[in-house]
């Protein structure tokens, strides 16, 4: 049995292909050994099960993003509400490359996985939590820098904050519904309009 | 074979448990069987194939909330604005108590499903978006009214509508993967803020 650092990255990568593109229980792991041109026991040796998989798919994917277009539109160079239009431009490039690609839309493979197994994985569902609560803190300091700038009047920055990656998800859902990429070019900048005020001091 | 209207009843009641609190790929015919207390050949007798009764448990759903609490929040007696509130009330509520029986929240039955097939299913594709567009018809005769009676300034009630589901839609996956429904009372009431501008006329 092989165990070179390419077995665990080309099954790395044609999990979250297929996981992205179809959905983690559609996929089996014999069709990702098949694809992924590795041996049942050499998947074994690097993800003991399909959890383990789908862990570091998402990890993989959150870090790509991370060092990605995340970090250029939360780029502290640029105003904080440009951040803003960035993510959302990010969002529609990327969904728009991949249905030019394949046809169909895949949306987002956090918000896709959060749906399909949040009732029935305590593991993965708190993972996927892990990944939100990344955002939602870009989300909140980019709010936080906003006020301080006088660029938007005081309001609850931590819970806007969650509102817009709450936006953002459901712009996405609603453009893999639609197969149809422009949703999130015509629907997404409206995260900025987005505001949830602070309650009042007693 | 009997082929009684209850027989029907059974199945789909039992498959929109079973999909919603799960989902579709998740859930085979056979445990849909199993638990509803029918042979299978009577099963094929009401449902040809699997996605035929996803077909019919989309309906049976949509037609469920059409005459339960959208047509309560949409009523025309209520100011526009307090529609929209009576909504976000309703989908808390409604959430609330699927997790206090099944301690998981389900989230939307239409939204899990989109994410799941829509890469995958024309057909049931098709039947969601048609569940989106009655949802959304509704937002958006609520924004042609209130702009009517002044109760917010004018805006692209079409587009808004979109985003406004697309609201809902989000911060429901949110509360799912947070598995708490307090996500959707806190961020819900938000959709009100939610705007997009008429394109300026030339």
Redesign the interface.
């Given at each position: 049995m092989r165990s070179d650092p390419t077995t665990r990255t080309r099954i790395l990568a044609t999990a979250r292909e297929l996981f992205h593109?179809?959905?983690y229980?559609?996929v089996g792991i014999k069709e990702i050994c098949d694809l992924a041109g590795v041996q049942k026991g050499s998947f074994y040796h690097f993800f003991p099960s399909k959890q383990d998989l789908a862990m570091a798919v998402i990890d993989d994917m959150a870090d790509d993003w991370a060092h990605g277009f995340v970090a250029e539109a939360f780029d502290h160079q640029l105003p904080p509400l440009e951040r803003l239009e960035y993510m959302i431009d990010a969002a529609y490039y990327w969904q728009k490359a991949a249905k030019d690609i394949?046809g169909?839309?895949?949306?987002c493979l956090f918000?896709?996985l959060?749906?399909?197994?949040?009732?029935?994985d305590e593991v993965l569902?708190a993972k996927?939590?892990a990944v939100?609560d990344k955002a939602s803190a870009r989300f909140h300091e980019t709010l936080d820098e906003a006020v301080e700038l006088g660029a938007i009047a005081p309001l609850d920055t931590a819970?806007?904050a969650?509102?817009m990656?709450?936006?953002?998800?459901?712009?996405i859902?609603?453009a893999?519904?639609?197969?149809d990429p422009e949703?999130v070019r015509?629907?997404g900048?409206?995260i900025k309009?987005?505001?949830?005020e602070s309650r009042r001091e007693s």
């Open positions: 593109g179809r959905s229980a559609d394949e169909r839309m895949p949306g918000g896709n959060a749906l399909e197994i949040s009732t029935r569902r996927l939590n939100f819970a806007t969650q509102a990656l709450a936006f953002l998800e459901g712009v859902l609603l893999k519904s639609r197969n949703v015509v629907l900048p409206a309009t987005i505001r949830i």
